[in-house]
């Protein structure tokens, strides 16, 4: 299948206006590509992603928009017929007309033709089967290798915006786990995301997990890899809300009932999470943090000590930092 980019730059103050009107003329689901910080809310909704620093705001935008292209060179738009040139003459019209009462900057377009692509599954390319440790991790896509056989196997599948273990964030909160999980233990995985360390934690011999996480698409990846890997639905239950401000999931987590709880998130949220989290353990109970990078190491230490926690070990992978502690 061929596509014709139609991409625009634009500024940010025109986005919205822009595709709107494109819309209207049947040109949907536009990329967008800018500079905007992330705003708090939504580095908030990103609960379980590592965030690097963005480059500074220069107020740009490109607006891309695909259109398929048929195998005689003509193109479809909103269920009729029509050509490259025919869709760039209305593009531009509708650009003029907003230019009229609006700064869009320059509102140049430029038109690119993409090659064959499946836009389902080409990104199946770059996620390949690996290794944490002596785990094996595979996507659906890709068979067990005989001399693997004998190796514990994670079946994962990388879902929107959630971790397939491959950071090495996760790596270091995969080998804590390892460390503490007993038969009875009762785990707590705050931004489980896929579910990639209540899953293991489960593999490793875990008795039951509750995943908590502020994005509802967590729990159709949270069922699916569970399915995957022949977690029964009742060891893991699956909770969406902000356990930091939201006193009925706090009360739904339950309190002091659980032997371990794992956050693999940011240090600018595990800071406010912690004292809130301390009432989620049992006395004794582990708590493993991870999503620290190496110039945030000090302030969690400090955080989980101003808790009342014991710490017990601080690991390393590349820059990254995993702080263990105990509540005595």
Same mark, same amino acid.
């Given at each position: ?6 991409? !625009? ?8 206006? !822009? ?6 003329? *049947?040109?949907? *689901? ?29 107020? !740009? ?11 005689? %060179?003509?193109?479809?738009?909103? =269920? ?24 869009? =900057?320059? %509102? ?86 896929? %579910? ?14 509750? *995943?908590?996480?502020?994005? !509802? ?23 969406? %809300? ?41 006395? =004794? ?5 991870? *999503? ?37």
């Amino acid at each position: 299948m061929k596509w014709v980019k139609f991409k !625009i730059k634009t500024i940010t103050d025109a986005e919205d206006i !822009i595709i709107s009107t494109l819309y209207d003329i *049947g040109l949907e *689901g536009a990329q967008i590509e800018d500079k905007i910080p992330l705003t708090a809310l939504e580095k908030e909704q990103m609960f379980v992603d590592i965030l690097p620093d963005g480059p500074e705001d220069d107020g !740009i935008a490109y607006l891309s928009f695909f259109v398929e292209e048929k195998e005689d %060179g003509t193109l479809e738009v909103q =269920g009729e017929v029509t050509d490259v040139e025919t869709v760039m003459k209305n593009v531009e019209e509708q650009l003029e007309e907003l230019r009229q009462f609006m700064d869009i =900057g320059e %509102g140049t377009i430029t038109v690119d033709e993409t090659e064959d692509i499946d836009w389902i599954n080409n990104w199946k390319q770059y996620f390949h089967q690996f290794y944490i440790d002596d785990i094996l991790v595979i996507p659906s896509w890709e068979d067990v290798a005989p001399q693997d056989t004998d190796r514990m196997v994670l079946h994962i599948d990388p879902g929107t915006a959630f971790g397939t273990g491959m950071h090495e964030t996760t790596q270091l909160c995969i080998r804590q786990l390892r460390k503490f999980i007993t038969p009875e233990t009762e785990l707590l995985d705050v931004g489980t995301g896929s %579910g990639i360390l209540a899953i293991l934690a489960l593999m490793f011999g875990a008795k039951h997990a509750v *995943g908590t996480d502020l994005d !509802i698409c967590a729990v159709e990846a949270v069922a699916q890899n569970c399915e995957a890997n022949g977690i029964a639905p009742e060891k893991f239950d699956m909770m969406i %809300g902000n356990i930091i401000t939201d006193k009925e999931i706090q009360d739904k987590v339950g309190y002091e009932c659980y032997d371990i709880v794992v956050a693999n998130i940011l240090a600018d949220v595990l800071v406010p999470l912690t004292p809130v989290i301390l009432h989620q353990l049992k006395k =004794g109970g582990i708590y493993i943090t991870s *999503g620290i990078i190496d110039d945030k190491e000090q302030t969690v230490v400090e955080a989980v000590k101003a808790a009342g926690l014991e710490v017990l070990e601080v690991t390393y992978q590349g820059e990254w930092v995993s702080v263990t502690t105990r509540k005595n």
